[in-house]
């Protein structure tokens, strides 16, 4: 199984052949939005306006095959807080709208979760078995705080999931050949994960360059998840195709990771 590349029309997006219910990690084609928003902005608050993002949300929704009013969205504060919703916790289009948190989980059919990324790591969960899906963004703050497995967790306490069953996407993010770091970052890693971490660590000079997707997926086969597919695009190398906050210098939209829970999905 690997991560695929989907289009509709010019709108084209990600998934990951492993997980069977509609989900996709967005690039940065087939929007409305223009300037450093272009073109498939999905985040409202950085200069965008809210009727082009809702349009994107529109045509993501149908490309993709979900109902997009019956989304939910994280306001994301780079903290390891998972809520669990339902169609209830749909707020409509803004993320600003929604209560703090940086993973939602659910297994109510038809609502579709979305988080945001920028650089940062995208996971999304699927059990086929109980229909359960999870949605986490995951930067190096959260990945230190172990998102990843607290997702997880969630799904098994709430939803009577089983590790072993749970399929996991991670997406595109800064790979290692960019993400380089001062010494907090790599000692909040081996902090966490203990000497495991080393392996995806290397020290250039003075710096550091963390490999995210590796450490994450380090911590979802902790967490029991055999099954895991994982990007191997970088957003800096593909700043054109995706957002990248430190190739733009902050100059930019959001691409999103979008999960279904079946059952009433289009």
């Known amino acids: 199984m690997s991560i695929i590349t989907k289009r509709k029309g010019t709108l084209e997006y990600l998934t990951a052949q492993g997980i069977s219910v509609p989900h996709g990690f967005t690039t940065r084609y087939g929007g409305v939005s223009v300037g450093t928003q272009s073109s498939l902005n999905l985040a409202f608050g950085r200069g965008d306006t809210m009727e082009n993002v809702e349009e994107n949300l529109r045509r993501l929704g149908a490309a993709v095959g979900f109902d997009p009013e019956k989304l939910v969205m994280t306001l994301q504060i780079h903290s390891d807080i998972v809520r669990v919703v339902t169609d209830g916790d749909c707020a409509g289009f803004c993320h600003r709208d929604y209560p703090k948190c940086d993973a939602l989980v659910t297994n109510t059919p038809g609502v579709t979760l979305l988080v945001f990324t920028a650089d940062c790591t995208p996971l ?13 963004h995951a930067g190096w703050r959260g990945t230190a705080q172990n998102i990843g497995a607290k997702t997880v967790e969630s799904m098994v306490k709430n939803f009577g999931c089983k590790r072993s069953n749970i399929r996991a996407a991670i997406g595109p993010n800064i790979a290692q050949c960019h993400f380089e770091t001062d010494g907090d970052v790599p000692a909040a890693m081996l902090e966490a994960y203990g000497p495991e971490a080393e392996t995806f660590i290397e020290k250039r000079g003075e710096k550091y360059h963390l490999d995210l997707k590796g ?6 086969r902790r967490a029991g998840v055999e099954r895991i597919e994982i990007s191997d695009a970088c957003t800096y190398c593909q700043c054109g195709r995706f957002w990248s906050h430190r190739a733009s210098h902050g100059q930019r939209g959001s691409q999103g990771a979008v999960i279904c829970c079946k059952e009433g999905c289009r």
């Open 124 to 136: 999304l969960f699927h059990d086929p078995v109980t229909g359960a899906v999870g949605a986490a």
């Open 215 to 220: 450490i994450n997926a380090l911590a979802l």
